[in-house]
Structures are given as structure tokens and as C-alpha cells.
């Protein structure tokens, strides 16, 4: 079955950077659009990026765009999301999703997703 396993979370300065991790089974994973979102506390997700299969096409949420980097390697099933410039506002649980659509101007339907991991952003 479709299963995701994150990591990389963790507890982060201001200003500081991170590197979250997502290895995918179950599935062909090169042929899948993929995507992370993230869900503050006491608030809706917030889908933030995502990429096509080969790994060149990639979009962003204006909350994130020029701090952070999707990406992807096929030969591992593992997707990315380098995060730069934290600010305590990205706190989160950070998941991976696997897109329903393969076009990026379809970014935010799901059908399935991981566990997550938390990042806190805190002084």
C-alpha cells in the first residue's frame, strides 16, 4: 500500500535552515506529481510546494517561495524540502502528499499523505 515515512524535523533558531526527507513506497513513485504541506496548530493545512515527476517543474506558496527548495530523487523514492530563513511562523507538522493531478496548476488535491514531522521554529 501507498505509505510515506518523513524526517528531518526538529527544533530550529530564527534564521536557521532544515532539510526535511520523505521516502515513498507502495507506488511508482517516479510517475507521481508530489507535494508538502503543513498544518499549524489550530489551523487549516497549507499546502507549500510541489513538483513534477522528473524533478525540473516546481511551484510554491508565497509564504514559502525563495526559502524554501523542493525536490526529488527518483533512483531513492525520496522527496525534499530544504528550508532556509526559518521564521517562527513556518512551526508546523510538515507531511508529504502524493498529487492526484499531474499539473502544477493543480497543486493542492491529495489522495494520500504521511504522518509528517514537526519543525519548531523558536528562539
Known amino acids: 500500500q501507498v505509505h510515506f515515512v518523513e524526517s528531518g524535523g526538529g527544533l530550529v533558531q530564527p534564521g536557521g535552515s532544515l532539510r526535511l526527507s520523505c521516502v515513498a513506497s507502495?507506488?511508482?513513485?517516479?510517475?507521481?506529481?508530489m507535494s508538502w504541506v503543513r498544518q499549524a496548530p489550530g489551523k487549516e493545512p497549507e499546502w507549500i510546494a510541489a513538483?513534477?515527476?522528473?524533478?525540473?517543474?516546481?511551484t510554491y506558496a508565497d509564504s514559502v517561495r525563495g526559502r524554501f527548495t523542493i525536490s526529488r530523487d527518483n533512483t531513492k523514492n525520496t522527496l525534499y524540502l530544504h528550508m532556509h530563513d526559518l521564521r517562527p511562523e513556518d512551526t508546523a507538522l510538515y507531511y508529504c502528499?502524493?498529487?492526484?493531478?499531474?499539473?502544477?496548476?493543480?497543486?493542492?488535491?491529495?489522495?494520500?499523505r504521511g504522518q509528517g514531522t514537526q519543525v519548531t521554529v523558536s528562539s
Open positions: 507502495g507506488f511508482s513513485f517516479a510517475s507521481r506529481y
Open positions: 513538483i513534477n515527476t522528473g524533478g525540473f517543474e516546481k
Open positions: 502528499a502524493r498529487n492526484v493531478w499531474p499539473m502544477l496548476d493543480r497543486p493542492r488535491e491529495h489522495d494520500y
